[in-house]
């Protein structure tokens, strides 16, 4: 949108040449690959000054809050959120202490600060005593790909994923923060009522399997009614989302939460949490529990599968709920 301007993506590894989009983006491939925090030093103390120093950038834009401080060049960083401050346990030790090291300085160092909620804004300027004035707040929006589709492909999506059955629906990384391990249990509560054979699917990788979610795994008495799908491609992961009965999106900790507007785009109704920035995200089109009960979370599972009323009005709720949000409005207002 901006041909008048230079792009330069300086990537740690071999890039997609899908990221290479336009004339004007220029790819540089900087050394090493940045997979840990040692590795996160060198690069963007070491890599990347000398890389800037070559392009003299007029502005570097770090879309994850990381920055150089070995560089005078202008700096915008983006701030997804700071859940490391908040659940610092939930992290590998060398990630939290770089994290809680560096971090601060990134705040400082930037010129200006973008962040994705209005609930992330307050929290930088709580943990790191940054001026408000110096933050932006620019929402996320969803891949356009999602949209409601057909009964007939809603079936073939749950014959291919949960036997044919309905089923509430978890999207995103198995973290601890994403609050699976209280899901677990409240799900099996609910099946001890559940007249319907509802299902519950966890579509993402199980990089952070640890054993409280695994010991609420195998403690379940509906085990049998889970299905893992691992992580999908994203025409894949449309049609699950649009066949859902409901998302359940109940982490304890979110800097936006993009899943709760997937689901909006999806025109699936939403159960999702009371806390940090998911009431901002949501608004009054979903459920809203507390992710630290999980008899809460269960009610909300009856609630939202019993009552098909319900449902309809969440849904029409989302659907002017998602206006607020697109990746068009995002770059312009980034821009």
């Known amino acids: 949108q901006h041909p008048e301007h230079d792009f330069y993506f300086i990537f740690d590894r071999k890039y997609d040449e899908e990221f290479i989009f336009a004339e004007n983006v220029h790819p540089v491939v900087a050394f090493p690959q940045a997979r840990h925090p040692f590795l996160y030093y060198i690069w963007f103390e070491i890599s990347l000054p000398i890389i800037l120093k070559r392009i003299k950038p007029d502005l570097f834009l770090s879309p994850d809050a990381h920055l150089s401080l070995s560089t005078k060049v202008s700096s915008l960083a983006i701030f997804h959120d700071l859940n490391f401050e908040h659940y610092p346990e939930d992290l590998p030790r060398m990630e939290r202490i770089f994290n809680k090291y560096f971090f601060p300085k990134y705040a400082s160092k930037a010129q200006r600060i973008v962040t994705v909620s209005e609930f992330s804004k307050r929290d930088i300027i709580n943990q790191y005593n940054v001026s408000g004035d110096k933050i932006d707040v620019v929402y996320n929006g969803a891949n356009e790909l999602y949209k409601p ?99 359940t999106y109940v982490s304890y900790f979110e800097g936006f939460g993009i899943p709760i507007l997937e689901a909006f785009y999806c025109d699936v109704p939403v159960i999702t949490s009371n806390v940090t920035s998911m009431p901002e995200v949501a608004g009054d089109a979903a459920l809203l529990v507390d992710p630290f009960s999980v008899k809460s979370i269960a009610s909300a599972l009856s609630e939202m599968a019993g009552d098909e009323k319900l449902r309809i009005e969440l849904i029409e709720k989302g659907r002017k709920r998602k206006e607020i949000f697109n990746w068009q409005k995002t770059a312009d207002d980034l821009w």
């Open 149 to 247: 589709i057909s009964k007939e492909l809603k079936t073939e999506t749950r014959d291919q994923y949960t036997a044919g059955s309905p089923y509430f629906l978890f999207v995103g990384a198995v973290h601890p923060r994403k609050n699976i391990a209280r899901l677990f249990h409240a799900f099996d509560i609910f099946k001890q009522h559940d007249k319907d054979n509802v299902k519950l699917l966890i579509v993402g990788q199980k990089k952070w399997w640890t054993r409280e979610i695994r010991e609420s795994y195998e403690k379940m008495a509906h085990a049998d009614d889970v299905f893992f799908s691992g992580r999908l491609p994203a025409n894949d992961l449309h049609r699950v989302i649009a066949s859902a009965l409901s998302l």
